[in-house]
């Protein structure tokens, strides 16, 4: 991953350097649980342990010969280690130290990504909660529609969010399997105790059932489950953008002193961030499709999925990670224009409560149909520019079906907005991450 989009947290766990950490820390695993079921001498695994270390330059020369990075890795620690070295990565294949590594790997990026958008749910709960009392119009089709609050709709993010926080953890369940169990999977030269034991110690749960390699159908649920969880940011992110258009303006993001909107206009306020948050969604959802492509593989294994997930794998964490603290940031500095919603919210009058009409028609009566062509053929000359209430309150047929007070219950925002306080209430109180 390029360092524009690069997250500490994830350089800890996918550089070079963790991953041949993580290598170490699988093989001597490996070793400890040979050596307690009688596999290697006793003493072999503390006498690799005490001496066995590591030089990335040297397993890049020692590549150049082997055109493999794992023996580079083994042929390093090996002369490192000496004499004892012969039992190291003994009865195993590349895959059993690779595959189990990338578990702990994955692992780990989960619980950090978990953990990234538990502070983003924090900050959308609050901002729902601060808004829940703020109208705005709610639009379908990018055209007016009737009256929600600020607060409802981040509520709806909210509630998404939980979703994929649900998803995240049966992922950590899912890819948390190791696997000893050799070249075609059936644990030909060490035998299952071993494997149960070095996942065992690595925290692990063996592989019920795996080849060369650990299927990869339990990668790609992760990646597809950080792919959505992009898609969700990318849904915030677009609708921060709509709502930050100069005809619209009803948030904008934190514009910094000095900022540059553009090399050529002084005056732009872009929502680049957030447009930032809708590329980036782009690349997780490609990567998904093409882990997809990597759960077949020709009879116990072939090479196919090594090249994609050298990329995609450690590219997805950084990426979500990345988008996860950039939709937390706008957030936090979003300022939210009340006074436009209001505007916009009057901006075609009452013409919103049209189906408050039709429903109290009803109400009296009227078929729906009728109602319907009622509520319509005043709507229709507000759009040519008339006042809608005061059009439907000057038709005869409304006079004859609806009082005064039925009229003002009809074009009452408080009356439409009446649940939306409980209905946020319900997901600020929700302990279910459903």
Same mark, same amino acid.
């Given at each position: 991953? #390029?360092a ?6 994830? @350089?800890?766990?996918w550089?070079e350097?963790?991953r ?11 070793c ?5 079921h009688?596999?290697i ?7 690799i ?10 397993m890049a020369?020692?590549?150049?010969? $082997?055109?493999? =990075?794992?023996m580079?890795?083994?042929?390093n620690?090996?002369? @490192?280690v000496g004499?004892p070295?012969?039992y190291?990565h ?7 130290v #690779? ?5 702990l790997m ?15 749910r924090?900050v ?15 639009r379908?089709?990018g055209i &007016? ?10 509520a709806?993010?909210l509630?998404?969010?939980?979703r994929s ?10 890819i ?10 059936v644990?030909g030269?060490?035998g ?11 925290g692990?749960r ?10 990869? +159908? ?18 915030i992110?677009t609708?921060?953008? %709509? ?6 303006l *009803? ?5 910094? /002193? ?8 002084p005056h732009?306020?872009?929502p680049?961030?957030?447009? $930032? ?12 499709m ?5 759960? /077949?593989?020709? &009879?116990e294994? =072939?090479?196919? %999925?090594?090249?994609? *997930?050298r #990329?995609?794998?450690?590219?997805s964490?950084h990426l979500? +990670?990345?988008?996860? %603290?950039r ?5 936090e ?10 505007r916009?919210l009057?901006?075609m009058g =009452?013409l ?10 009803i109400g ?16 229709a000359?507000?759009?040519?520019? *008339? +006042? ?6 000057? +038709? ?6 609806? $009082?005064? =007070? ?9 009356h ?5 306080g409980?209905?946020?209430q ?9």
């Open positions: 991953m #390029i524009r989009y690069s997250t500490e947290a994830m @350089n800890r766990i550089s350097q963790a041949t950490e993580t290598w170490l820390r699988v093989e001597l695993a490996i400890e649980a040979a050596e307690k009688g596999k001498p006793a003493g072999t695994t503390e006498a342990r005490s001496k066995a270390k590591f030089d990335l330059a040297r020369e020692l590549e150049k010969e $082997t055109r493999h =990075d794992l580079a890795f083994v042929r620690v090996s002369e @490192n004499e070295g012969r190291f003994y009865g195993v294949t590349s895959y059993d #690779i595959d189990t590594s990338l578990a994955m692992r780990e990026s989960l619980e950090h990504v978990i953990e990234s958008l538990g502070k983003l924090k959308v709960r609050r901002l729902m909660l601060a808004h829940k009392d703020t109208p705005m119009i709610g379908t089709h &007016h529609a009737e009256p929600i609050t600020f607060g409802y709709k981040a709806s993010w509630t998404e969010l939980r926080s649900k998803r995240l953890r049966q992922c950590l369940k899912e948390s399997v190791g696997k000893v169990s050799g070249p075609v999977g644990r030269v060490l299952p105790e071993v494997e149960e034991e070095a996942c065992r110690i690595l692990l063996p592989d019920p059932i795996s080849t060369q390699i650990v299927s990869r +159908d339990r990668h790609a649920t992760v990646v597809n489950a950080l792919a959505v969880l992009g898609a969700t940011l990318e849904r992110a609708e921060l953008r %709509n709502l930050q258009r100069t005809e619209i *009803e948030v904008q993001e934190e514009f910094a /002193a000095g900022q540059t909107g553009s090399s050529a206009m732009k306020r872009n680049w961030h957030s447009e $930032t948050v809708c590329g980036l969604a782009r690349v997780l959802r490609s990567n998904a093409a882990m997809m492509e990597s759960i /077949a593989t020709w &009879h294994r =072939d090479l196919t %999925n090594s090249s994609v *997930e #990329i995609i794998l450690p590219d964490f979500i +990670d990345f988008m996860l %603290n939709v937390r940031k706008i957030l500095g979003l300022e939210v224009r009340a006074d436009n919603m209001k916009n009057k901006l =009452d919103v409560y049209s189906e408050h009409l039709m429903i109290a028609l009296k009566g009227l078929s729906r149909e009728a109602a319907y062509k009622v509520a319509q053929r005043n709507a000359r507000a759009w040519e520019g *008339e +006042d809608f209430r005061k059009c439907v309150e000057s +038709d005869p047929e409304v006079q004859a079906h609806l $009082t005064p =007070d039925e009229l003002e219950q009809v074009f009452s925002l408080e439409h907005l009446r649940h939306v409980p209905a946020i319900r997901v600020a109180d929700a302990r279910s991450l459903c």
